[in-house]
């Protein structure tokens, strides 16, 4: 019965979304596993659709399926190719059967700010490994800010040594598995709409994440608290399939992809200020932040630094040091 109910809300939801399209119109589908408002992509996702179903109307239509309603990340990318969807954003993190060069975006402690990731972006280095996915059929749109991730677990975190022990979530990136276990603790990956239930059966003790997605998802209810760490980057690769888009006529695809840009860029000049107020979500939830000092923070780094080294070579020095310098 719940397989019905649930084949019920999804087609109801595709139905909802299809209501909007016209005949004759290309239908664009995005999927992806996020709130559908409140979250800087959820957020982006709608502002993208609102603009290309405005400024395209008649030639395209948009629909977003939010909320892993229609296919997890692992499988989103198989849709791509299929042509069952035309868009995803999975997390850079997510990419390790394409290309094990994003490892990058995950190194622990890599960039300072999110001002840093979008100065990387717009770089050199930045625009040619948006291609580092073309060889396997897609193509990278861009890229798109999540925010900083921060840690939490059954039990206060304060230094990394208050984790031995314990298991946490993690997306399917080798890089996060290492950071963990260099705090002594153990990972295990799962699928995003998989955590709040482990967290809460006690599969895993602990998770990391940004502010967005521990408030939308409500981890903090299932946590006993949240340390503030902003130890690694989460950002997502807008991306497509290149057959798709090598298939569009030229003057769709060119107007198509200056909205992208331009969403792009909104979207995430935004992402800080939604980061900031879904962190005073969870405060007003009643939820407890724990805030660092400069010590402890110390103690973050340089357990976690030590894991460049292991990855340096899949990601190449001067990408590392690229980014780096994109720090200021
Ligand atoms: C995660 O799996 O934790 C994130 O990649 C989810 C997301 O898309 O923000």
Redesign the pocket.
């Known amino acids: 019965l719940l397989g019905a109910v649930s084949a019920l809300a999804i087609s109801l939801t595709a139905t909802q979304a299809m209501a909007q399209c016209e005949d004759g119109e290309m239908v664009i589908k995005f999927s ?3 709130a559908a408002t409140g979250h800087p ?1 959820g957020d982006a996702a709608t502002m993208l659709a609102d603009r290309v179903n405005e400024e395209m109307n008649g030639t395209a239509c948009m629909e977003v399926f939010a909320n892993s309603t229609l296919y997890d ?1 692992d499988k989103v990318m198989e849709a791509l190719l299929l042509g069952d969807v035309q868009l995803a954003a ?2 850079l ?2 990419f390790e059967a394409y290309t094990k060069k994003y490892r990058l975006f995950d190194l622990p402690f890599l960039f300072s700010s999110l001002d840093a990731v979008d100065a990387f972006a717009a770089s050199d280095a930045g625009k040619e490994l948006l291609k580092a996915t073309e060889s396997s059929g897609y193509t990278g749109l861009g890229y798109w800010s ?1 925010g900083l991730k921060q840690f939490s677990a059954n039990k206060p975190l304060e230094v990394p040594s208050d984790a031995n022990g314990l298991k946490f979530r993690v ?1 399917t990136s080798d890089v996060a598995v290492a950071m963990i276990e260099a705090m002594g603790a153990s990972a295990q990956k799962l699928a ?1 709409k998989e ?1 709040y239930g482990a967290l809460q059966t006690g599969v895993v003790d602990g998770q990391e ?1 940004t502010w967005s ?1 521990i408030y939308t998802q409500k981890f903090f209810e299932v946590q006993d608290g949240i340390t503030e760490t902003n130890h690694q980057l ?1 950002a ?1 690769l807008l991306v497509t399939s290149t057959e798709w888009l090598n298939g569009l006529d030229p003057a769709v695809r060119d107007q198509f992809l200056a909205i992208v840009d331009d969403v792009t860029m909104k979207a995430n000049g935004q992402v800080a200020e939604k980061e900031a107020a879904n962190r005073q979500n969870i405060i007003d939830a009643g939820a407890t932040v724990r805030e660092l000092t400069a010590e402890q923070r110390a103690e973050w780094v340089s357990t976690m630094k030590p894991v460049w080294q292991k990855f340096e070579g899949d990601i190449g020095k001067d990408l590392i040091d690229a980014a780096v310098a994109s720090n200021g």
């Open positions: 992806h596993v996020v992509k990340d999975p997390s993190s997510k999540s997306q995003f955590v994440n997605n989460l997502y």
